[in-house]
């Protein structure tokens, strides 16, 4: 049996698909003064948690930059690094509706609307 310890501080190792970062690309372009996506979760919906993706011009003083690729910066917000430590976040489009997921290894259950989660 080994014993892992739980780290809250540490850097959080989250990614993105061809999908999700080709979406978020677009969606820049069309606020040029918005430079990178921030990654956070707040104490909401049915599960728990809620994640919050919003479209920054700055990075806050306590967010965890992470360079995608050379055009794309993900910040993750300090309360948020323990919760989506791992996440992919991909984008699919199914007919007329398209969504951004989080794959999250941490999520213990997931709200059936798929909004919220719990760890």
Known sequence: MSIATFDPNADATVSMTDTA???????????P???????????????????????????????????????LTLYVSAEAKPYVRGTIIDFSKEGLNST??????????LCGCGESFSV
């Open 33 to 71: 003064d918005m430079h990178g996506v921030r990654l956070g979760v707040k104490k909401s919906g049915c599960s728990g948690f809620k994640y919050d993706i919003e479209f920054v011009a700055n990075a806050q003083d306590d967010d965890q930059a992470i360079a995608i690729c050379d055009d």
């Open 100 to 109: 951004i997921k989080f794959l999250n290894p941490n999520a213990k259950d």
């Open 21 to 31: 970062i080709a979406h978020i690309r677009k969606q820049l372009q069309k606020s």
